[in-house]
């Protein structure tokens, strides 16, 4: 849908590049760098996992909003972006995809997945990190949480937001 070309003009995404691939590094687990895209994510950014084995680049490839973490939290911070999507049939992509509108709108209150915003010197949230992690690693310790919270406040910071994390805005219209 966008070539790496562009991609590569994304300001979030060159300041993002450093951090992610030092989370990858910590963790050991691949990181992803999203943002929205109509009713889908758009990874901008991927990492893969540091320990050589094979992997698909992910880079710009898309996840509809509701069947992914990265889309979960930007749907969070993006009410009006979450009423619209709500109102359509939600599709399933695996067993486990959340396709109730009702379930998904709680999950979006609580926002328990292993995503955490990104925003910009306004305070907007533009773009979500993450990090991939077999279900068998179900859950993810608790150093594995911190990192992915300090890499998205230093990608943040960079782009010229002191605080974290950002507030949520009940109506972004």
Known sequence: KLSNVY???????????????????RTGLS????????????????????DGSQQMLETGITIPSHASALGKVLLAYHPSAAD????????????????????????????????VPVADRSGTVIAAVSVVMPSSE????????????????NISRELGYSEWPPRVVPNDD
């Open 31 to 50: 990181t992803r760098l999203g943002a929205e895209l109509f009713d889908e994510v758009i990874i901008i950014h991927h990492n893969r996992r540091p």
């Open 7 to 25: 991609l590569d003009t994304l300001d979030v995404r060159a300041r993002a590049m450093r951090w992610t691939r030092e989370l990858a590094r």
């Open 138 to 153: 179900w859950p993810p310790e608790a150093g594995v949480l911190n990192d992915l919270r300090e890499t998205a406040r």
């Open 84 to 115: 619209e999507l709500l109102a359509k049939p939600l599709r399933s992509l695996t067993g486990d995809t959340v396709t109730d509108p009702a379930t998904l709108r709680l999950q979006l209150a609580s926002v328990a997945s292993v995503a």
